[in-house]
DNA sequence: AGTGCGACCCGAACGC
DNA sequence: TGCGTTCGGGTCGCAC
């Protein structure tokens, strides 16, 4: 699934392949994608050029000069750069075609995706980006902000570390591997984290989020990184999916269990409940 | 305010 | 084999 590996791999593979192309035309085929105006969608893009690709948490973000398109790939969503006379996927919801003659065509065998125009001015008006958290390498990210935006919570530190306000860009993957790397139990309660092990939340998910963008992220289940990009994190991962192996550090079986409706993996030996 | 949970989707995995 | 059922996963919105 995206997360912020998977999106700054994606991000940095189009931007190679997309920078300055110049949009000729959008066919919109799944509509509920987009959650601007669909008129503005159609005759906005238009004429506008690809000036640059951001991102923020797990948003990608063109950059079209006086506006940003917000695309976020939620579970499935992929990208694909192909010929425009190339026959149309099943899958392929929104196709933005350059005048070169190729497209930017947007998959999402979900269709959870999202996509949304807006001015450039408006951008933190965007409710989900005002709200975002710090991102795993972020240097303000530390471990006295972690304490104080968790120490009341009465929600296990799985559920926190999927909060996007709190950290921005983990998801279900390497929550797990964070808190596998950090030694602590995903249900241990926010209130119940100390300081010390805020910081090594910290340490971890910055380790864990800079191996796997070097890796250009993982490959699990359906997901897939746009244009044929295999990401190779999934052999690294120590637990996430590893449900009756072998613990890379103690030899114990990992576990599944489910916390906040989200499977999660731990090894009950190294993450103890009550650890400190 | 904080928390919990269903809805959104549909291919894959599972159960019989 | 074939069919019906359940699951998963990020985020939002609603209920408590």
Redesign the pocket.
């Known amino acids: ?3 912020i590996a998977e999106v700054e791999t994606v991000r940095n593979t189009l931007k190679r392949m997309i920078l300055n192309k110049k949009i000729k035309e959008v066919n919109i085929i799944y509509s ?1 994608m987009i959650e601007s105006d669909i008129d503005d969608f159609k005759n906005i893009l238009p004429g506008k050029t690809i000036m640059d690709i951001k991102r923020i ?2 948003w990608l973000i063109f950059d079209l000069g006086k506006y940003y398109l917000l695309s ?1 790939l ?2 499935e969503g992929k990208y694909f750069v192909k010929k425009h006379d190339e026959e149309i996927n ?2 392929e919801h929104v196709i933005i075609t350059f005048t070169d003659n190729t497209d930017l065509r947007y998959h999402d ?4 995706g999202r996509m949304n125009l807006i001015k450039k001015e408006d951008l933190y008006k965007v ?2 980006i005002k709200k975002q958290g710090l991102e795993p390498t972020d240097k303000n990210l530390t471990a006295n902000y972690l304490y104080e935006k968790i120490h ?4 296990p530190i799985k ?1 926190i570390l ?1 909060d ?1 306000t709190i950290i921005s860009g983990l ?3 390497y929550a797990d591997e964070v808190l596998f790397s950090s030694k602590i139990n995903p249900l241990k309660k ?1 209130k119940d984290i100390t300081l010390n092990e805020c910081e090594n939340i910290k340490v971890s998910s910055k380790k864990v989020i800079e191996e796997a963008i070097k890796c250009g992220g993982t490959t699990i ?2 997901y897939t990184s746009s244009l044929g990009v295999t990401g190779r994190f999934q052999q690294y991962l120590n637990v996430h999916k590893k449900e009756g192996e072998k613990c890379k550090n103690c030899g114990n079986i990992i576990k599944k269990i ?1 916390v ?4 999660t993996y731990y090894c009950p030996n190294c993450q103890k409940e009550d650890m400190e």
């Not at 009341?152 to 929600?155: A, D, E, S, T, V």
């Not at 906040?260 to 499977?263: D, E, K, L, T």
């Open positions: 699934m995206p997360e509920k948490g797990k976020h939620r579970m099943k899958h065998t979900r269709k959870f409710e989900a009341k919570k009465n929600l559920t999927l996007q998801g279900n993957i926010g289940r359906s489910k906040g409706g989200r499977s």
